[in-house]
């Protein structure tokens, strides 16, 4: 490219011209301010000079063809444009940088205004910014105040270029004595300092021109002044110049008519008088150079320049070589002249003599090396020298920036333009930080993240220095940068900072639509969050009107939350219960409603309209439909959401709504989003439905969830579309709901309860039950009983009737009778005189492991508006956390589309472990069909205390007894905390036909716990009553699927009551609880029963013969078969050790051993006389067996049998006549009956002692 | 002195998957931005360096004012790059080296998505040990 055709050889040819130094009378500018102007003005505009063309006429080509150089043969040319710069002498000074720089400021300020209408549209996107050509790229006025950033340099004392080449004497014809008025003028006084202080020579062109207005008299007055001034002041240099002020006559052409003298003035002044002037000058200082630098060097370093200095001189040869366009003398005698610079350390100058070769350099387009190595040695020997070369190096860096940018080298020129930013004040430093981000983009490939970083700094740069409007054209340009990119903290200064300054601007649409992008930011701090906050509501504010925000993102509606909660066929007792699995509560009722298929059709046969929404979900007139959705608050302040509600739209004629719902559902999803229906319409429709306004307050962080309704009044057809809430009352924020398509159809198949669905059909009022059952624990101990109340309310206009209900638990819960349900509790469960044997009602006790069925009455009926309570027992059976799931089953009195509904309840209940009860049963030795029974309680809770009151049997052939000799562990009582009790009773088998032992009081199937004081316990519970057998009855069946084998012999029934403790103290509920044994067998339960009857004692004397002792061996037969029984005796003495362990083996539980009675017949031996002590030690018998010594008998079922038995005793003493066996065989009449291993079997015989006395 | 030091992961499609602040000195939060400013205008500078080079260390591409920006290129072109002010190009390497190291750790595991967003604050753990070994 050529550099002269180049922006940066334009600048220069004209900016680096010579000066014409411009001196003026007062009458003189009078003159020309008549027409408005100064003297310069008015010159101004004729001082630039083109050539149009090569073959030009001469006016039209002033210039002349030179040869500047003397030194060197070059060949002469023609220069293609000329300029002249005008300046008052009073201008031509070093102007203050305060004062420069208050006069760039307009430049910036005025472009402001033009900037307003571009913040309005649109910021600029990436296409936009690639596809705007160079020119486009920085704002026009950008360049201007480049030129007005370097003009303060103007007039400096190390440069040349600027110092006046010639001076201009303007005399008015008004004037008196014109002629002395010319040498008044160039009075040394007046004259500009660089002149006075010897920095420039004084003696330079003068002009002298004598001003004439025509209105002021006939121009021979001036033609008189003129040939005066000839005379005196020399002939060439005296010029008349004729202007005319008249504003009116003569029309247009007359008034323009003295414009053409001004411009042949100002072409003679450059061509015959400047020109000349300024080659013949080169030609004598490059004379003068030669001879000077030829002979020797400068030695006297010169610590101050004047014009007659060598080097100053140097430096205007090199100048004026420059201005014209002789840049090879220029660039050799500026590199002279650095040399001599450098070695004089004289940095400004030599950075000044830097630039201007860099510039020749780029000038002549020869090494760009060489030029940038100028330019950059210029610039940092600027910024070396402080202060003071501070601008010079940024009209080195300008000029820089530029060369590098007619290059091609745009990062380069960037960086450049970069350094030079950070040594102008904030304003300048914008402007430059501008360009440099112009650079970026400019390159290649463009560096559009650099640019954007340049424009935030620019826009910075600006919004310090008070230009707002250019601020956010920075930043706004730089947005689409950062648009895609989630750089959270760049995002959130861009989007504040163009929102806080919009808004300042005035413009709060546009500031609030960028601080919505931040008001969401988590991740900031919590003085920036309230920062942003603050300014967004301030914004708000301003604008003075709520408006809507489609996704605001404060509070962040967490739609995967969403859960639409309606009721239709089926209704919930509360809001919990709905999220129970579908699945549940289908396989609770299953048996209970009708197959769901036939309900479907009633309603969907009827209308044919509505066959096309026969997935959509059903509601009822009058019955809310609830929308549960999670609201969070991503700040940490605490943020004011009220009215938040449901956007609905409730469309009551089906060709109206079909119309609507096939907009919706053609179009995507995103389309209803992206179209965003006015809200309005659906705001007042308050005749069609109400919705829930709701008021919430999200402190910092939180996540709330929260329960919109919409209650339809008509039938038709309900659409849910959004969200819309209220923040801190000032703007509005809506949001439409995602219907996920896909999600429905598949969700479909297991249940509709669910299903995402956003349309409803809303049928006609149906009679509706609210319920639930009062006072159920949440938490109790286990075998907690209480009688509770189930309340049903029908709040419709209908009667419901038919009414049915399924447990899911009935361990746990089981409806009572409807007498009971003014009962007092505990107080009915007490055993009455007169109990009528209620019988176990078929119903109830068809529980299996579903649950159980409950219908009610038929003639049971709710009517409108009434309540109905029944009465519910209340078992806390096992510990554990349990769900409770109640159905319960109605139907319509009046015809209607559904003909039944179900009401669902839903209970948590955690059952806490309180008594551990167990059993251990043995059958007794010396009785028949007696067992010895050990129970053993242990309290679990950490801190309750529990009275016995009451063990009872299931059944009434058992009587429960204490054992005749302990009585004492009746008394037992109390069971606190931790504490573990075992107490022993006999119970007895009173068989079938024993009713009438049974009234004997002292055997009956319950035994009461006396209490401490002695005084006895009335309080007597039945056990044959329900409830507590139809929990016994579940009990048994629970337990009986976990108990194995068939010997199950008896249940029992505890129970207690608790007594202190935390729990029961806070909640004096806990009265009764009861502990259900199932399946207790006897450890060693075998089909027969054996044992010895004889005498105790026997008195013999010895010493005539040995002792004959008749002793009958009872043999019973306890079960229904026959049984064949064999009796073996033997003589030898059973090992003992044997036997321990054995008893070990079968029960290693504490409390059961075999009592061996050998000490006291040690002690009854040694009372007696030692020599019998020996006997036992022997291994001869001390008694035999005789008569037989092996008997077999058969027994029926349910017989007796006695077999006589005769021991033969040789001494006296106590004998255990244990030593003897039983083998027994069951006769089983169908195979497979009896259990193997009881089949046959054998046992050793019980202890049986007979003490022997001597007869004395 | 306090030194300026902060760490970004940025993934192959330029989005910033793991953050820290690892200079001594003290968390400013208008730093915050500036820090984020320089080190994403620098990715255009790495856009150019990463494809003139075999090495994962790009050595320092970038300044602003004295701040530095080092990088390190990943062979799938995740972008580890430091803002800093200190000189130590060793430590600088190591310690991108070694961070690579733990990167390719978090890659292996296959509930980590590639170029999601790293959480885990063992990672953070021992970037930051790493950072006071090194920097």
Same mark, same amino acid.
């Given at each position: 490219?050529?550099?002269? *055709?180049?922006?940066?050889?334009?600048?220069?040819?004209?900016?680096?011209?010579?000066?014409?130094?411009?001196?003026?009378?007062?009458?003189?500018?009078?003159?020309?301010?008549?027409?408005?102007?100064?003297?310069?003005?008015?010159?101004?505009?004729?001082?630039?000079?083109?050539?149009?063309?090569?073959?030009?006429?001469?006016?039209?080509?002033?210039?002349?063809?030179?040869?500047?150089?003397?030194?060197?043969?070059?060949?002469?040319?023609?220069?293609?444009?000329? +300029?002249?710069?005008?300046?008052?002498?009073?201008?031509?000074? +070093?102007?203050?940088?305060?004062?420069?720089?208050?006069?760039?400021?307009?430049?910036?300020?005025?472009?402001?205004?033009?900037?307003?209408?571009?913040?309005?549209?649109?910021?600029?996107?990436?296409? @936009?910014?690639?596809?705007?050509?160079?020119?486009?790229?920085?704002?026009?006025?950008?360049?201007?105040?480049?030129?007005?950033?370097?003009?303060?340099?103007?007039?400096?004392?190390?440069?040349?270029?600027?110092?006046?080449?010639?001076?201009?004497?303007?005399?008015?014809?008004?004037?008196?004595?014109?002629?002395?008025?010319?040498?008044?003028?160039?009075?040394?006084?007046?004259?500009?300092?660089?002149?006075?202080?010897?920095?420039?020579?004084?003696?330079?062109?003068?002009?002298?021109?004598?001003?004439?207005?025509?209105?002021?008299?006939?121009?021979?007055? #001036?033609?008189?002044?003129?040939?005066?001034?000839?005379?005196?002041?020399?002939?060439?240099?005296?010029?008349?110049?004729?202007?005319?002020?008249?504003?009116?006559?003569?029309?247009?052409?007359?008034?323009?008519?003295?414009?053409?003298?001004?411009?042949?003035?100002?072409? @003679?002044?450059?061509?015959?008088?400047?020109?000349?002037?300024?080659?013949?000058?080169?030609?004598?200082?490059?004379?003068?150079?030669?001879?000077?630098?030829?002979?020797?060097?400068?030695?006297?370093?010169?610590?101050?320049?004047?014009?007659?200095?060598?080097?100053?001189?140097?430096?205007?040869? &090199?100048?004026?070589?420059?201005?014209?366009?002789?840049?090879?003398?220029?660039?050799?005698?500026?590199?002279?002249?650095?040399?001599?610079?450098?070695?004089?350390?004289?940095?400004?100058?030599?950075?000044?003599?830097?630039?201007?070769?860099?510039?020749?350099?780029?000038?002549?387009?020869?090494?760009?090396?060489?030029?940038?190595?100028?330019?950059?040695?210029?610039?940092?020997?600027?910024?070396?020298?402080?202060?003071?070369?501070?601008?010079?190096?940024?009209?080195?860096?300008?000029?820089? #920036?530029?060369?590098?940018?007619?290059?091609?080298?745009?990062?380069? #020129?960037?960086?450049?333009?970069?350094?030079?930013?950070?040594?102008?004040?904030?304003?300048?430093?914008?402007?430059?930080?501008?360009?440099?981000?112009?650079?970026?983009?400019?390159?290649?490939?463009?560096?559009?993240?650099?640019?954007?970083?340049?424009?935030?700094?620019?826009?910075?740069?600006?919004?310090?220095?008070?230009?707002?409007?250019?601020?956010?054209?920075?930043?706004?340009?730089?947005?689409?940068?950062?648009?895609?990119?989630?750089?959270?903290?760049?995002?959130?200064?861009?989007?504040?900072?163009?929102?806080?300054?919009?808004?300042?601007?005035?413009?709060?649409?546009?500031?609030?639509?960028?601080?919505?992008?931040?008001?969401?930011?988590?991740?900031?701090?919590?003085?920036?969050?309230?920062?942003?906050?603050?300014?967004?509501?301030?914004?708000?504010?301003?604008?003075?009107?709520?408006?809507?925000?489609?996704?605001?993102?404060?509070?962040?509606?967490?739609? !995967?939350?969403?859960?639409?909660?309606?009721?239709?066929?089926?209704?919930?007792?509360?809001?919990?219960?709905?999220?129970?699995?579908?699945?549940?509560?289908?396989?609770?009722?299953?048996?209970?409603?009708?197959?769901?298929?036939?309900?479907?059709?009633?309603?969907?046969?009827?209308?044919?309209?509505?066959?096309?929404?026969? @997935?959509?979900?059903?509601?009822?007139?009058?019955?809310?439909? +609830?929308?549960?959705?999670?609201?969070?608050?991503?700040?940490?302040?605490?943020?004011?959401?009220?009215?938040?509600?449901?956007?609905?739209?409730?469309?009551?004629?089906?060709?109206? %709504?079909?119309?609507?719902?096939?907009?919706?559902?053609?179009?995507?999803?995103?389309?209803?989003?992206?179209?965003?229906?006015?809200?309005?319409?659906?705001?007042?429709?308050?005749?069609?439905?109400?919705?829930?306004?709701?008021?919430?307050?999200?402190?910092?962080?939180?996540? +709330?969830?929260?329960?919109?309704?919409?209650?339809?009044?008509?039938?038709?057809?309900?659409?849910?579309?959004?969200?819309?809430?209220?923040?801190?009352?000032?703007?509005?924020?809506?949001?439409?709901?995602?219907?996920?398509?896909?999600?429905?159809?598949?969700?479909?198949?297991?249940? !509709?309860?669910?299903?995402?669905?956003?349309?409803?059909?809303?049928?006609?009022?149906?009679?509706?039950?609210?319920?639930?059952?009062?006072?159920?624990?949440?938490?109790?101990?286990?075998?907690?009983?209480?009688?509770?109340?189930?309340?049903?309310?029908?709040?419709?206009?209908?009667?419901?009737?038919?009414?049915?209900?399924?447990?899911?638990?009935?361990?746990?819960?089981?409806?009572?009778?409807?007498?009971?349900? @003014?009962?007092?509790?505990?107080?009915?469960?007490?055993?009455?005189?007169?109990?009528?044997?209620?019988?176990?009602?078929?119903?109830?006790?068809?529980?299996?492991?579903?649950?159980?069925?409950?219908?009610?009455?038929?003639?049971?009926?709710?009517?409108?508006?009434?309540?109905?309570?029944?009465?519910?027992?209340?078992?806390?059976?096992?510990? &554990?956390?349990?769900?409770?799931?109640?159905?319960?089953?109605?139907?319509?009195?009046?015809?209607?589309?559904?003909?039944?509904?179900?009401?669902?309840?839903?209970?948590?209940?955690?059952?806490?472990?309180?008594?551990?009860?167990?059993?251990?049963?043995?059958?007794?030795?010396?009785?028949?069909?007696?067992?010895?029974?050990?129970?053993?309680?242990?309290?679990?809770?950490?801190?309750?205390?529990?009275?016995?009151?009451?063990?009872?049997?299931?059944?009434?052939?058992?009587?429960?007894?204490?054992?005749?000799?302990?009585?004492?562990?009746?008394?037992?009582?109390?069971?606190?905390?931790?504490?573990?009790?075992?107490?022993?009773?006999?119970?007895?088998?009173?068989?079938?036909?024993?009713?009438?032992?049974?009234?004997?009081?002292?055997?009956?199937?319950?035994?009461?716990?006396? %209490?401490?004081?002695?005084?006895?316990?009335?309080?007597?519970?039945?056990?044959?009553?329900?409830?507590?057998?139809?929990?016994?009855?579940?009990?048994?069946?629970?337990?009986?699927?976990?108990?194995?084998? !068939? *010997?199950?012999?008896?249940?029992?029934?505890?129970?207690?009551?608790?007594?202190?403790?935390?729990?029961?103290?806070?909640?004096?509920?806990?009265?009764?609880?009861?502990?259900?044994?199932?399946?207790?067998?006897?450890?060693?339960?075998?089909?027969?029963?054996?044992?010895?009857?004889?005498?105790?004692?026997?008195?013999?004397?010895?010493?005539?013969?040995?002792?004959?002792?008749?002793?009958?061996?009872?043999?019973?037969?306890?079960?229904?078969?026959?049984?064949?029984?064999?009796?073996?005796?033997?003589?030898?003495?059973?090992?003992?050790?044997?036997?321990?362990?054995?008893?070990?083996?079968?029960?290693?539980?504490?409390?059961?051993?075999?009592?061996?009675?050998?000490?006291?017949?040690?002690?009854?031996?040694?009372?007696?006389?030692?020599?019998?002590?020996?006997?036992?030690?022997?291994?001869?018998?001390?008694?035999?067996?005789?008569?037989?010594?092996?008997?077999?008998?058969?027994?029926?079922?349910?017989?007796?049998?006695?077999?006589?038995?005769?021991?033969?005793?040789?001494?006296?003493?106590?004998?255990?006549?244990?030593?003897?066996?039983?083998?027994?065989?069951?006769?089983?009449?169908?195979?497979?009956?009896?259990?193997?291993?009881?089949?046959?079997?054998?046992?050793? &015989?019980?202890?049986?002692?007979?003490?022997?006395?001597?007869?004395? | 002195?306090?030194?300026?030091?902060?760490?970004?992961?940025?993934?192959?499609?330029?989005?910033?998957?793991?953050?820290?602040?690892?200079?001594?000195?003290?968390?400013?939060?208008?730093?915050?931005?500036?820090?984020?400013?320089?080190?994403?205008?620098?990715?255009?500078?790495?856009?150019?360096?990463?494809?003139?080079?075999?090495?994962?260390?790009?050595?320092?591409?970038?300044?602003?004012?004295?701040?530095?920006?080092?990088?390190?290129?990943?062979?799938?072109?995740?972008?580890?790059?430091?803002?800093?002010?200190?000189?130590?190009?060793?430590?600088?390497?190591?310690?991108?080296?070694?961070?690579?190291?733990?990167?390719?750790?978090?890659?292996?595991?296959?509930?980590?998505?590639?170029?999601?967003?790293?959480?885990?604050?063992?990672?953070?753990?021992?970037?930051?040990?790493?950072?006071?070994?090194?920097?």
């Amino acid at each position: 490219m050529d550099p002269l *055709r180049s922006y940066l050889g334009r600048l220069l040819l004209e900016e680096i011209t010579p000066v014409v130094m411009v001196l003026t009378t007062p009458l003189a500018e009078a003159a020309c301010r008549k027409s408005g102007l100064s003297v310069v003005d008015m010159l101004s505009p004729f001082s630039l000079f083109k050539k149009i063309d090569g073959d030009s006429p001469p006016r039209c080509s002033p210039l002349p063809i030179i040869c500047p150089c003397g030194r060197r043969v070059t060949s002469p040319y023609r220069l293609q444009m000329f +300029k002249i710069r005008m300046v008052y002498a009073s201008d031509v000074r +070093k102007q203050d940088y305060e004062v420069a720089d208050q006069r760039i400021k307009p430049v910036v300020s005025e472009a402001n205004e033009s900037a307003l209408p571009d913040l309005l549209s649109d910021p600029p996107q990436l296409e @936009d910014v690639l596809s705007k050509p160079e020119a486009e790229l920085c704002p026009l006025w950008i360049k201007k105040f480049n030129r007005a950033l370097m003009r303060t340099l103007s007039f400096s004392e190390h440069e040349t270029f600027d110092h006046p080449v010639a001076c201009l004497l303007v005399v008015s014809s008004k004037d008196n004595e014109p002629i002395s008025k010319f040498v008044d003028l160039f009075n040394t006084n007046q004259l500009p300092s660089l002149l006075n202080e010897g920095i420039m020579d004084p003696q330079i062109l003068k002009h002298y021109l004598i001003l004439h207005d025509q209105q002021d008299g006939p121009q021979e007055i #001036a033609m008189n002044i003129l040939a005066e001034m000839k005379s005196t002041l020399g002939l060439n240099d005296c010029k008349l110049l004729c202007i005319n002020s008249s504003t009116e006559a003569d029309g247009a052409d007359a008034e323009n008519s003295w414009l053409p003298y001004i411009k042949d003035f100002m072409q @003679d002044l450059a061509s015959n008088h400047i020109i000349p002037y300024m080659e013949q000058k080169i030609r004598v200082l490059n004379q003068q150079v030669a001879t000077t630098r030829k002979g020797f060097r400068n030695q006297i370093k010169n610590l101050w320049y004047t014009f007659t200095s060598i080097e100053s001189q140097i430096r205007v040869l &090199g100048d004026y070589a420059f201005m014209l366009r002789d840049y090879e003398l220029a660039l050799s005698n500026y590199r002279l002249l650095s040399t001599d610079y450098k070695l004089d350390k004289a940095w400004k100058r030599f950075a000044g003599v830097q630039e201007m070769s860099g510039l020749c350099y780029f000038m002549l387009d020869q090494s760009r090396k060489d030029a940038e190595y100028c330019m950059d040695s210029a610039f940092s020997t600027y910024l070396r020298i402080g202060s003071s070369g501070k601008r010079n190096a940024t009209r080195c860096g300008i000029w820089w #920036a530029e060369m590098l940018k007619t290059r091609g080298q745009y990062r380069e #020129a960037s960086s450049v333009y970069y350094r030079v930013s950070n040594e102008e004040p904030s304003l300048h430093s914008a402007v430059l930080l501008e360009q440099a981000a112009c650079c970026y983009v400019l390159s290649k490939p463009p560096m559009l993240r650099k640019y954007g970083f340049h424009l935030v700094l620019a826009g910075n740069s600006y919004y310090i220095s008070d230009q707002k409007q250019h601020a956010v054209r920075a930043y706004r340009n730089a947005l689409f940068v950062y648009k895609q990119h989630p750089w959270s903290y760049i995002n959130d200064h861009v989007h504040f900072n163009v929102g806080r300054w919009y808004g300042v601007l005035g413009i709060f649409d546009v500031a609030i639509k960028h601080l919505l992008e931040v008001i969401a930011c988590s991740h900031q701090s919590l003085t920036t969050q309230s920062m942003f906050l603050n300014d967004f509501f301030h914004f708000v504010q301003s604008m003075g009107k709520k408006f809507d925000v489609y996704k605001l993102q404060l509070p962040v509606i967490n739609m !995967p939350s969403l859960r639409v909660i309606y009721e239709d066929h089926r209704t919930y007792a509360s809001d919990a219960d709905v999220n129970v699995s579908e699945s549940i509560w289908q396989e609770l009722e299953e048996e209970m409603i009708p197959s769901s298929s036939i309900v479907r059709t009633n309603w969907l046969e009827k209308s044919p309209d509505l066959r096309k929404y026969k @997935d959509s979900c059903v509601c009822v007139v009058g019955e809310a439909v +609830k929308v549960r959705i999670e609201l969070r608050n991503p700040l940490q302040i605490p943020v004011a959401v009220s009215c938040i509600s449901l956007i609905c739209q409730l469309s009551t004629s089906l060709d109206a %709504s079909s119309a609507v719902n096939s907009v919706l559902t053609t179009g995507a999803g995103e389309d209803i989003a992206n179209t965003k229906p006015a809200i309005s319409i659906f705001e007042d429709d308050g005749n069609n439905f109400t919705v829930s306004k709701l008021d919430i307050v999200l402190g910092g962080s939180e996540t +709330k969830s929260v329960q919109l309704e919409v209650t339809p009044k008509v039938e038709g057809i309900l659409k849910l579309h959004g969200i819309r809430w209220t923040l801190s009352d000032l703007l509005v924020g809506y949001q439409y709901f995602e219907f996920d398509t896909k999600r429905k159809t598949k969700k479909g198949k297991k249940g !509709p309860r669910r299903t995402l669905s956003n349309t409803l059909i809303v049928i006609k009022g149906l009679p509706k039950l609210t319920g639930c059952i009062d006072h159920l624990p949440t938490n109790a101990f286990a075998g907690d009983l209480r009688l509770l109340k189930l309340n049903l309310r029908n709040q419709s206009e209908y009667a419901v009737k038919n009414i049915k209900m399924k447990l899911s638990h009935p361990r746990f819960v089981i409806p009572g009778d409807l007498s009971e349900v @003014d009962f007092e509790f505990p107080q009915c469960l007490r055993k009455h005189v007169q109990s009528e044997i209620s019988t176990v009602s078929t119903k109830r006790t068809q529980g299996d492991a579903k649950g159980l069925l409950f219908t009610f009455s038929q003639d049971i009926k709710i009517q409108e508006g009434a309540t109905f309570s029944w009465p519910i027992w209340f078992h806390a059976a096992t510990p &554990g956390n349990f769900s409770l799931y109640i159905s319960l089953y109605y139907e319509m009195e009046s015809p209607s589309e559904i003909t039944y509904r179900t009401l669902r309840m839903h209970y948590n209940i955690e059952v806490f472990s309180s008594l551990n009860v167990s059993f251990a049963i043995r059958m007794c030795s010396s009785r028949l069909k007696e067992y010895i029974v050990r129970m053993d309680i242990l309290n679990r809770t950490p801190s309750e205390s529990f009275i016995l009151h009451q063990l009872s049997c299931n059944d009434s052939k058992w009587a429960i007894s204490s054992l005749p000799l302990c009585d004492s562990i009746r008394s037992i009582e109390t069971v606190s905390a931790n504490q573990s009790v075992s107490c022993f009773f006999k119970i007895k088998d009173l068989g079938t036909n024993s009713c009438k032992e049974a009234e004997n009081s002292s055997c009956r199937s319950d035994m009461l716990f006396l %209490s401490r004081e002695g005084n006895s316990n009335t309080e007597e519970f039945d056990v044959s009553q329900s409830p507590i057998t139809n929990f016994h009855y579940q009990e048994r069946y629970q337990q009986g699927r976990l108990a194995k084998g !068939p *010997r199950d012999l008896l249940d029992f029934i505890l129970i207690s009551k608790a007594v202190g403790g935390n729990y029961s103290k806070s909640d004096p509920d806990v009265q009764l609880l009861s502990h259900h044994v199932c399946h207790c067998s006897a450890i060693d339960q075998s089909p027969i029963w054996w044992f010895m009857e004889g005498p105790r004692t026997v008195t013999h004397d010895f010493s005539k013969s040995y002792c004959e002792a008749n002793i009958q061996l009872v043999i019973h037969n306890s079960v229904q078969h026959n049984i064949s029984a064999r009796v073996v005796t033997y003589d030898s003495v059973p090992d003992k050790s044997q036997t321990v362990n054995l008893q070990d083996s079968n029960s290693n539980q504490g409390g059961w051993y075999d009592v061996s009675l050998e000490n006291d017949i040690k002690a009854i031996s040694t009372a007696k006389g030692t020599h019998y002590q020996k006997q036992p030690s022997e291994s001869i018998s001390p008694f035999v067996w005789c008569s037989l010594s092996s008997a077999q008998v058969d027994l029926k079922p349910d017989t007796s049998t006695k077999v006589p038995l005769k021991v033969c005793i040789f001494m006296p003493g106590t004998y255990n006549l244990s030593n003897y066996q039983l083998q027994w065989k069951v006769h089983s009449s169908e195979v497979g009956q009896v259990d193997e291993n009881q089949r046959s079997g054998g046992g050793q &015989g019980h202890p049986f002692y007979v003490t022997v006395l001597q007869d004395a | 002195m306090a030194s300026t030091a902060c760490f970004v992961i940025v993934s192959k499609n330029d989005i910033p998957i793991y953050e820290a602040e690892v200079g001594s000195a003290p968390k400013r939060e208008d730093q915050a931005y500036q820090h984020q400013f320089i080190l994403h205008a620098a990715l255009d500078v790495v856009q150019d360096l990463a494809w003139a080079t075999n090495t994962m260390f790009l050595k320092s591409v970038d300044r602003f004012d004295d701040l530095v920006v080092s990088v390190y290129v990943t062979a799938g072109h995740t972008r580890f790059m430091l803002l800093h002010d200190s000189r130590s190009e060793d430590g600088i390497k190591s310690f991108f080296q070694e961070v690579h190291e733990l990167y390719i750790k978090i890659f292996l595991n296959p509930l980590y998505l590639p170029g999601s967003r790293i959480t885990s604050s063992h990672f953070d753990t021992k970037v930051r040990a790493l950072a006071r070994k090194y920097l």
